[in-house]
């Protein structure tokens, strides 16, 4: 029956042109300079009251790490180890077809004898806001149909509208939840839009000893942003240059395949690291304090717990209980306050 014939499911999934348009092309490449900003690179952002602090923090927030080291380190120097982070946002626009159903109530059918089915990228949709993920579905124009014959009838319940109620083992029905008991389904084409926003991030390795993966859990300062269709890394910091680079061709590469790319964003701050060397018990020691938040990092702090579970030592308060009495100890003695002997033993109690 050629056109006459309502389209069948295999037709609902290719159709059209399910390739996107073409990006916008590059926007103005000129964008301000950042040697104003380099120079923080080598400022310091902390003060030895600051990073003394940072460290008294940081012991207490660990379970059996005495906070002594802290409170009574000498400070030996400040090392300004600042460090940029790169980060790219794309946001991009992908559509898909999948045949989808209702309950059909009687409502007009916008079938092919409306018109010529639309392709997916050529159905106008407002976007959302730039970088801001979403997703709607839509019914795609002049795709509905309801079969004639037995394949008009909802395919659960077979046109009756109820079904077999399985918990009585068949011997009542219940209503139909795929048709609502109407016992006729609409079929159509749904499309479905995803706007997602991408996002990849470089940060510059001085190889200061220094893990980077936790610069993730801290923020700085912005010091450049720029929106454009497709952004450049002209005139960016040197040291970024072939980090950002990576990150474009990453997102070109994979994204512009097979989704629209709307616009891109990239953003450069400036992460405080400070590297912070102290005296304590005729030894030398170091640590770290990084981000706005001063988060401290300290591989080998003096004050560490001697029962070798670390963060995991929870000792059971009846078991304290028991301890102290052992010892002869008052309940409100803590263990790091202990002689290292007498710490290291009270605290293995608890592990049996």
């Known amino acids: 029956m050629e056109r006459a014939e309502l389209i069948r499911s295999k037709d609902l999934v290719s159709y059209g042109s399910s390739e996107p348009p073409p990006p916008c092309g590059p926007g103005a490449e000129g964008?301000?300079?950042?040697?104003a900003y380099q120079?923080?690179?080598?400022?310091?952002?902390?003060?030895?009251?600051?990073?003394?602090?940072?460290?008294?923090?940081?012991?207490?927030?660990?379970?059996?790490?005495?906070?002594?080291p802290a409170r009574?380190?000498?400070?030996?120097?400040?090392?300004?180890?600042?460090?940029?982070?790169?980060?790219?946002?794309?946001?991009?626009?992908?559509?898909?077809?999948?045949?989808?159903?209702?309950?059909?109530?009687?409502?007009?059918?916008?079938?092919?004898?409306?018109?010529?089915?639309?392709?997916?990228?050529?159905?106008a949709?407002?976007?959302?806001?730039?970088?801001?993920?979403?997703?709607?579905?839509?019914?795609?124009?002049?795709?509905?149909?309801?079969?004639?014959?037995?394949?008009q009838n909802c395919s659960h319940c077979l046109g009756s509208g109820r079904m077999r109620c399985v918990p009585c083992l068949g011997e009542g029905t219940v209503p139909c939840a795929?048709?609502?008991?109407?016992?006729?389904l609409l079929c159509f084409l749904e499309l479905t839009i995803t706007w997602k926003n991408n996002i990849t991030e470089y940060v510059h390795d001085k190889d200061q000893g220094f893990p980077l993966s936790r610069l993730q859990e801290v923020t700085g300062k912005q010091l450049f942003s720029e929106e454009q269709p497709w952004v450049t890394t002209q005139r960016l910091p040197q040291p970024l240059v072939r980090g950002a680079e990576s990150c474009l061709a990453l997102h070109r590469g994979q994204l512009a395949e097979h989704t629209r790319i709307l616009g891109q964003k990239q953003t450069i701050e400036l992460i405080?690291?400070?590297?912070?060397?102290?005296?304590?018990?005729?030894?030398l020691h170091s640590f770290y304090v990084y981000g706005n938040e001063n988060q401290v990092y300290a591989k080998d702090y003096p004050g560490k717990c001697c029962c070798d579970?670390?963060?995991?030592?929870?000792?059971?308060?009846?078991?304290?209980?028991?301890?102290?009495?052992?010892?002869?100890?008052?309940?409100?003695?803590?263990?790091?306050?202990?002689p290292p002997m007498s710490a290291a033993w009270l605290l293995r109690l608890g592990k049996g």
């Not at 090392?79 to 109530?105: D, G, M, V």
């Not at 795609?140 to 037995?150: C, E």
């Not at 405080?272 to 030894?283: A, K, M, N, Q």
């Open 125 to 151: 949709v407002d976007p959302p806001p730039l970088f801001a993920d979403c997703e709607v579905h839509l019914p795609v124009p002049h795709t509905s149909k309801v079969m004639d014959g037995l394949q």
């Open 39 to 68: 120079a923080e690179e080598s400022t310091l952002h902390l003060s030895e009251e600051e990073a003394r602090e940072a460290l008294v923090q940081f012991a207490a927030s660990k379970c059996c790490y005495s906070s002594a």
């Open 31 to 35: 964008f301000p300079t950042l040697a």
């Open 178 to 184: 795929r048709c609502a008991t109407k016992g006729l």
């Open 309 to 338: 579970l670390g963060a995991n030592c929870q000792p059971d308060p009846d078991l304290r209980l028991l301890q102290m009495t052992l010892l002869g100890l008052p309940m409100g003695l803590k263990a790091s306050s202990l």
């Open 72 to 123: 009574q380190l000498v400070v030996q120097g400040l090392a300004a180890l600042n460090t940029y982070r790169y980060q790219l946002q794309t946001f991009t626009e992908s559509r898909s077809t999948l045949p989808a159903s209702r309950p059909y109530k009687g409502e007009f059918v916008d079938s092919w004898q409306m018109g010529v089915p639309p392709g997916p990228w050529d159905i």
């Open 272 to 283: 405080p690291l400070t590297r912070v060397d102290y005296g304590w018990r005729g030894r």
